[in-house]
T-cell receptor, first 118, second 116 residues
Framework: GAVVSQHPSRVICKSGTSVKIECRSL??????MFWYRQFPKQSLMLMAT?????????EQGVEKDKFLINHASLTLSTLTVTSAHPEDSSFYIC??????????????FGPGTRLLVL | AQSVAQPEDQVNVAEGNPLTVKCTYSVSGNPYLFWYVQYPNRGLQFLLK??????LVKGSYGFEAEFNKSQTSFHLKKPSALVSDSALYFC??????????????FGTGTRLKVLA
């Protein structure tokens, strides 16, 4: 149980294009999802908190117009990197917190999406 | 400021020997504590957590962790290391329920290398 998927697992795009990454909780409903970015050999950097049916909450320094987050249902959140540039190349990881009482403290992580912007 | 420290960037251990990966935290109240493992180019896999109760928590793949409130530590342990345990390990802390946040505070990660 508590499986989170991400799609795509890897994407290469040209500079200036937009890329959408999907995060799905496969066997549970998630009230809250998180989006992280991880640089090589570093820890995770929280980008934003996504709550179903409401606007995402962005961390300081994260451009909300560049990293669009939509949490359309209790099992799906999407991150769109708009007008991507090479410096956006990174490993993006999502996580989800179950809506079920007693399971709300644990984040379950997706497998990550490797984005390379040329 | 709230923080989580993993003082060792890397831990080397011989296969079959016990391993310890250290984690200390500075968070007010009674936080929730977690360990995750990350293999190359993969997301984080949940290993174990401490919410309340017995200070020794057992988790996946034979790992366990001991919560020490007085030392504000939550060290990860395994009695006998396997080469396949080689990975990046993250300690994470979530502030207490009354804080109203699900956000984690992550340590910087410790790379475990188990030598055959």
């Amino acid at each position: 149980g508590a499986v989170v998927s991400q799609h795509p697992s890897r994407v290469i795009c040209k500079s200036g294009t937009s890329v959408k990454i999907e995060c799905r909780s496969l066997d549970f409903q998630a009230t809250t999802m998180f989006w992280y970015r991880q640089f090589p050999k570093q820890s995770l950097m929280l980008m934003a908190t996504s709550n179903e049916g409401s606007k995402a909450t962005y961390e300081q320094g994260v451009e909300k117009d560049k990293f669009l987050i939509n949490h359309a249902s209790l099992t799906l959140s999407t991150l769109t990197v708009t007008s991507a540039h090479p410096e956006d190349s990174s490993f993006y990881i999502c996580s989800a917190v179950a809506a079920l009482a007693g399971y709300q403290e644990t984040q379950y992580f997706g497998p990550g999406t490797r984005l390379l912007v040329l | 400021a709230q923080s989580v420290a993993q003082p060792e960037d890397q831990v080397n251990v011989a296969e079959g020997n016990p391993l310890t990966v250290k984690c200390t935290y500075s968070v007010s109240g009674n936080p929730y504590l977690f360990w995750y493992v990350q293999y190359p180019n993969r997301g984080l896999q949940f290993l174990l957590k401490y919410i309340t109760g017995d200070n020794l928590v057992k988790g996946s793949y034979g790992f366990e962790a001991e919560f020490n409130k007085s030392q504000t530590s939550f060290h990860l342990k395994k009695p006998s290391a396997l080469v396949s345990d080689s990975a990046l390990y993250f300690c994470a802390v979530r502030p207490p329920l009354w804080s109203g946040t699900y956000k984690y505070i992550f340590g910087t990660g410790t790379r475990l290398k188990v030598l055959a």
